[in-house]
């Protein structure tokens, strides 16, 4: 086996709160081992501009409950082509870097891929969305912070809904994935919730809504992922203005606040152990594979597989939404 001596992390894609714990976690497990570890800045792009530095133990501390990275993120066109991904793998050579840890989300993971298939650099996937779309692993780091604030703030929109008898709807983060609209809307009790991988229709949701109304149910909160096919928050409200305009609609839609934030103690930990496994695994000759915790224990998926494979959402969450909001 091809001993590991000198390892790089970075951060790419959209940001997660946890990541900075994954960056601690990498660099103090690295150095417990006598790595020399290095920091790379802003995703993709600090490999191809050389911006690569050197990391001690404290070049970590105190950030393991900061949201966003220190690190930077970007995203970084030249990486999609092969000369790109030469000039980062030339610049990762010339410092000896024989291992790369990233952490992001499924595209950083096809980065990776490339990188470690067309040249000899071996690379570990953290999974840090605040998504959950990626499958071999149970939870992504970022996801739970990212819940816990859209939580936060839906129960806020729900007390002003409720004393004006509103209907809101509340467009959260998620273009191809609903997890986080799902999880969001069960836990804050929505009546409604809008993911992209399942077909609601505009109608299904306007007939919910006038049979609560002839039942004196005024109150209601739709909880809608902003790739859903009604067109986000803003296309819903406008259907339901048009075939309902007796109701008092609302649209709130969360935002970017979803990215920020303090790690909850949840990503922390997730971070923390798959951060500690990324150098554990490069340490032990397995290569170009995502760390993923699955029913609580470490779990290795080749990263063609944590890119392709998407998490299925069970349709009988839908059932139980409609149940509980009835
Ligand atoms: P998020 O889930 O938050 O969007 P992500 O990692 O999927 O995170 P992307 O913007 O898709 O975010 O990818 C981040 C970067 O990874 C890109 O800017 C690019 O540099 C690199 N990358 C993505 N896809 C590829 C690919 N097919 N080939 C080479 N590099 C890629």
Redesign the pocket.
């Known amino acids: 086996m091809k001993k590991v001596n000198n390892i790089a992390v970075l951060t790419?894609?959209?940001d997660a709160p946890g990541m900075n714990a994954a960056v601690r976690a990498v660099v103090r497990t690295g150095i417990y081992h006598d790595l020399n570890v290095y920091g790379v800045m802003y995703?993709?792009r600090g490999l191809l501009t050389d911006d690569i530095f050197p990391m001690e133990s404290k070049s970590v501390a105190n950030i393991i409950q900061r949201g966003g990275t220190i690190l930077k993120t970007a995203?970084?066109m030249e990486?999609?082509e092969y000369e790109g991904r030469k000039k980062a793998y030339e610049n990762l050579k010339n410092r000896n870097i024989d291992g790369l840890v990233v952490v992001?989300?499924?595209?950083?993971f096809?980065?990776a891929m490339?990188l470690s298939q067309e040249f000899d650099i071996p690379c570990i996937g953290l999974p840090g969305?605040i998504?959950k779309d990626i499958a071999g692993t149970d939870f992504t780091i970022g996801f739970d912070t990212a819940v816990n604030t859209a939580v936060e703030a839906i129960d806020k929109i729900r007390d002003t809904a409720d004393a004006h008898d509103r209907l809101f709807i509340i467009e959260v983060m998620g273009r191809d994935a609903g997890y986080l609209a799902l999880h969001s809307g069960i836990a804050t009790g929505a009546e409604n919730i809008l993911v992209p991988e399942h077909t609601t229709s505009v109608e299904d949701i306007i007939n919910d809504l006038q049979a609560n109304e002839r039942r004196k149910k005024m109150v209601n909160l739709i909880v809608v992922a902003e790739g859903h096919e009604a067109g986000g928050a803003n296309g819903l409200a406008k259907r339901v203005r048009e075939q309902c305009p007796q109701l008092d609609t609302k649209v709130c839609i969360l935002g970017h606040i979803q990215r920020g934030g303090n790690p909850t103690t949840m990503d922390r930990i997730l971070a923390s152990r798959m951060g500690y496994a990324a150098v554990d695994a490069l340490l032990e000759g397995i290569h170009n594979v995502m760390i993923g915790i699955v029913n609580d224990k470490v779990a290795y998926t080749p990263l063609d597989k944590a890119v392709k494979a998407k998490q299925e959402i069970d349709p009988e969450w839908f059932k139980i939404v409609k149940i509980l909001a009835s």
């Open positions: 790419s894609g959209g995703g993709y995203r970084c990486f999609y992001g989300g499924d595209g950083s096809n980065g490339k969305t998504d």
